[in-house]
């Protein structure tokens, strides 16, 4: 699940080369392509972590990672060049819910959105940097995944399954209700943006 950071220099990605699933980044110019060896940005024993996406500054990481049980979601600094697994300090964002994945941030910066489940289908969930919270954002029947954000930073797109087909849903967050956007008799997954410039 490689991911290119928004000021185009790094590109981040999950590798087993160590034995483990562990969090890398790779320089990168657009012009000439990689630089150098990738490197190991996060690592913990007997763990797995996967889903790195970047904050709109390219200053942060988002990932997924069972190092406390279920998989949940950490952000932490990216760490300069040849600091150690101790200096690392990866900030548990999903403490309400388990099984998350698909971790995605608000270009504003303020907001991560991801799924995971509290007690019954997987849902859309959201945390707040400014207030430091962290809230469900959809409910009801339906396994919800990969939400992503507008460049408003107010709408979301996200997956829905509703017996054997995926839909794809329109929501705002600060609204409950979510909007049914597509009705295929089979899969729609992985929604995006297309800017209009």
Not at 72 to 94: E, F, H, N, R
Request: aromatic share 10%; glycine share 6%.
């Amino acid at each position: 699940t490689p991911q290119v950071s928004p000021d185009r220099t790094m590109i981040a990605f999950a590798c087993d080369t160590m034995g483990r699933s562990d969090i890398f980044l790779q320089s990168f110019l657009p012009t000439t392509g990689s630089v150098g060896k990738p490197r190991q940005v996060f690592t913990a024993k007997a763990t797995a972590a996967a889903s790195p996406v970047f904050s709109p500054d390219s200053r942060k990481i988002a990932f997924v990672c069972n190092k406390d049980g279920s998989p949940k979601v950490y952000v932490m600094d990216i760490p300069p060049p040849g600091a150690s697994a101790k200096d690392l300090k990866p900030q548990l964002i999903s403490k309400r819910c388990k099984e998350n994945t698909a971790p995605s941030w608000s270009p504003d910066g303020k907001k991560l959105v991801y799924s995971g489940k509290a007690g019954g289908p997987r849902q859309i969930w959201l945390y707040d940097f400014e207030t430091k919270e962290e809230r469900q954002l959809t409910d009801g029947k339906g396994e919800k995944e990969n939400p992503v954000f507008a460049e408003n930073s107010t709408h979301l797109l996200f997956n829905s399954s509703d017996g054997d087909a995926t839909n794809i849903f329109l929501m705002n967050i600060n609204q409950k209700k979510a909007v049914k956007i597509t009705n295929f008799a089979t899969t729609a997954q992985f929604a995006n943006w297309v800017p209009l410039d």
